[in-house]
Antibody, heavy 119, light 107 residues
Framework: QLQLQESGPGLVKPSGTLSLICSVSNGSVSSSSYFWGWIRQPPGEGLEWIGSSFYSGPAHYNPSLNSRVTISVDPSKNRFSLKLTSVTAADTAVYFC???????????WGQGILVTVSS | EIMLTQSPATLSVSPGERATLSCRASQSVNSDLAWYQQKPGQAPRLVIYDASNRATGIPARFSGSGSGTDFTLTISSLEPEDFAVYYCLQRRDWPLLTFGGGTKVEI
């Protein structure tokens, strides 16, 4: 069955760039049936959709993050990535990578990775 | 932007009892609503999609209802493994997704 695995630094300095990768196993990011995206969850809080992208684009983003976020899909490595610029403590969260069905629902999730923004 | 409001924030119930969770949308989402279950330290899992369809592997004690702006997730007889936080999610506002604030079902 499909597996998603997040990787990246667990600590990012304020004003820096948060960069994460989601590696996909037992499935292909080049499938025409799915989008690939990211969800985040601050400690003790609820879920927030960051954005998602088809393998050939375009990407769609949460308007509250739109100017700071980029999601890219790399079919050659069967993975996709998240970049969030100008981070602050408010960006501290567990970040989940997800598969999004063409119909819209999120059916597979990675285990999540905690990213802390601190000097 | 469509907002989702879940109530109550916390629901205290006993095993074997019925649990009823509510999700209200700020404008109609038709049946474009799903429910997710999240246990501590785990990723959320899809429970109900399209307002009333159980996801693969979800027991029959879970049911969803509603359309438009008012939705309900019912767990007919709570099992110990059902104690978790439940989130609703709308996809009507394509491509944007919005989650509700969650309802914690506790013993």
């Amino acid at each position: 069955q499909l597996q998603l695995q997040e990787s990246g630094p667990g600590l990012v300095k304020p004003s820096g760039t948060l960069s994460l990768i989601c590696s996909v196993s037992n499935g292909s990011v080049s499938s025409s049936s799915y989008f690939w995206g990211w969800i985040r969850q601050p400690p003790g809080e609820g879920l927030e959709w960051i954005g998602s992208s088809f393998y050939s684009g375009p990407a769609h983003y949460n308007p509250s993050l739109n100017s700071r976020v980029t999601i890219s899909v790399d079919p050659s490595k069967n993975r996709f990535s998240l970049k969030l610029t100008s981070v602050t403590a408010a960006d501290t969260a567990v970040y989940f990578c997800v598969r999004r069905l063409a119909g819209g629902w999120l059916d597979f999730w990675g285990q999540g990775i905690l990213v802390t923004v601190s000097s | 932007e469509i907002m989702l409001t879940q109530s109550p924030a916390t629901l205290s119930v006993s095993p074997g009892e019925r649990a009823t969770l509510s999700c209200r949308a700020s404008q109609s989402v038709n049946s474009d609503l799903a429910w997710y279950q999240q246990k501590p330290g785990q990723a959320p899992r899809l429970v109900i999609y399209d307002a009333s369809n159980r996801a693969t592997g979800i027991p029959a004690r879970f049911s969803g209802s509603g359309s438009g702006t008012d939705f309900t997730l019912t767990i007919s007889s709570l099992e110990p493994e059902d104690f978790a936080v439940y989130y609703c999610l709308q996809r009507r506002d394509w491509p944007l997704l919005t989650f509700g604030g969650g309802t914690k079902v506790e013993i």
